[in-house]
């Protein structure tokens, strides 16, 4: 019951003394993630986002050869 979500944004704050925020949701098949960073103390934020990019490519691809029926994930992942 209920609407479906069609977009998740995730944000999370950046508290004093720390520099960078990675916040995770889920919501059916898929995961969202969002990074936050100080510039003034993470200048490279995009280098956070690569790799965990790359990671996360990584780990579909191992999944798929693992379970044939994570090729769908493999596949969008890869599409990041």
């Known amino acids: 019951a ?11 704050p950046i508290f004093e003394g720390a520099a960078l925020n990675l916040t995770v949701m889920s ?3 898929s995961v969202h993630f969002g990074v936050l960073g100080c510039p003034d103390t993470t200048p490279a934020v ?5 790799a965990l990019r790359g990671g996360l490519r990584r ?11 994570r090729r769908r994930a493999a596949e969008r992942a890869a599409a990041l």
């Open 2 to 12: 209920g609407s479906r979500v069609e977009a998740c944004y995730p944000l999370g």
């Open 27 to 29: 919501y059916l098949d």
């Open 46 to 50: 995009g280098e956070v986002v690569a």
């Open 59 to 69: 780990i579909a691809k191992v999944a798929a050869k693992r379970s044939p029926g």
